[in-house]
């Protein structure tokens, strides 16, 4: 069992996934820095100096009662709030990791070249238009015969 487990853990996907996943991890740090620490500030700024990781509904209050100030005073008197100021950053991070993405593999896809064309297999009968196998000698639709246009 050991024998097929190391055969499992030595196959390439796998070792590509594990890469993958480590490197995706270093990147998510990267993305969330530039979210909360690059893009929010200014953003808050120029939406009157909000802080977005501090918006939050308070559904109960703790204790003390409220109102609080910040997201960490009201979740250290044990209140109940929905933090949808931290579900904004985590959306804009999405986006950010979204985009990076949709970019990589934009830039792999290039670096491939243009796709190749499968061969046709299908061509249209002179005669009425319609799809027809490329070697046929007579069309199926309309009963015409193509042996000149299975010579072209």
């Given at each position: 069992m050991?024998e097929e ?6 196959r390439?996907?796998?070792?590509d996934m594990?890469v ?8 998510a740090t990267?993305?969330?820095s ?6 929010m500030?200014?953003?808050g700024l ?5 802080d ?5 509904i ?5 204790a003390?009662?409220?109102p609080?100030a910040t997201l ?10 929905i933090n949808?100021?931290v579900f ?6 999405f986006?950010i990791v979204a985009?990076?993405i949709?970019l ?10 243009p796709?190749?064309e499968p061969?046709?297999?299908t ?7 319609m799809?027809?196998p490329i070697g046929a000698?007579?069309c199926?639709h309309?009963g015409?015969?193509l ?6």
């Amino acid at each position: 069992m050991f024998e097929e487990f190391k055969k499992f853990i030595m196959r390439g996907n796998v070792m590509d996934m594990a890469v993958g996943i480590i490197i995706g991890a270093a990147f998510a740090t990267i993305v969330n820095s530039l979210v909360n620490d690059i893009l929010m500030p200014p953003i808050g700024l120029l939406l009157g100096g909000v802080d977005f990781s501090n918006l939050f509904i308070t559904l109960k209050e703790g204790a003390p009662p409220g109102p609080y100030a910040t997201l960490t005073a009201a979740q250290e008197a044990g209140a109940v709030t929905i933090n949808y100021g931290v579900f904004l950053n985590a959306l804009i991070t999405f986006l950010i990791v979204a985009f990076a993405i949709f970019l990589l593999v934009r830039w792999v896809n290039r670096l491939k070249g243009p796709a190749e064309e499968p061969a046709a297999t299908t061509t249209d009968c002179p005669y009425c238009l319609m799809e027809i196998p490329i070697g046929a000698t007579r069309c199926g639709h309309c009963g015409s015969e193509l042996a000149m246009a299975a010579a072209d």
